[in-house]
């Protein structure tokens, strides 16, 4: 799944996870503290990472390399900063049912 971000000086960026558990410590349009958005995101995809472990018997080396992304990019803001989590895709079941019924 790929997580879309707009840092505090505006750049945007996409991110990669190999699991939908990202759904489970993010939410689309919610802005996080780049403190906050790093812990959240690195939790998420040591899960994300170990679930493939679990799975094919290693870690997933993407999850680690997005894990590289999101610090090198959060050092570069202050820990107060703020980061806007633009998009998540795909969403989980119930939310493109929802998604679906607004439309």
């Known amino acids: 799944m790929t997580v879309d971000v707009c840092w505090p000086d505006g750049r945007t960026e996409s991110l990669y996870s190999p699991s939908l558990v990202v759904h489970d410590h993010l939410v689309p349009g919610r802005a996080y503290s780049v403190r906050d958005f790093t812990r959240r995101t690195t939790l998420a995809l040591e899960t994300a990472s170990e679930r493939v472990r679990e799975r094919y018997g ?23 900063e703020v980061v806007l989590v633009t998009r998540m895709w795909p969403p989980l079941p119930a939310e493109t049912t929802q998604q679906e019924a607004s439309a």
Request: net charge negative; charged share 15%; hydrophobic share 45%.
């Open 58 to 80: 290693f870690a997933c080396t993407s999850a680690q390399a997005t894990i590289e992304q999101v610090t090198t990019s959060a050092a570069a803001y202050d820990a107060d």
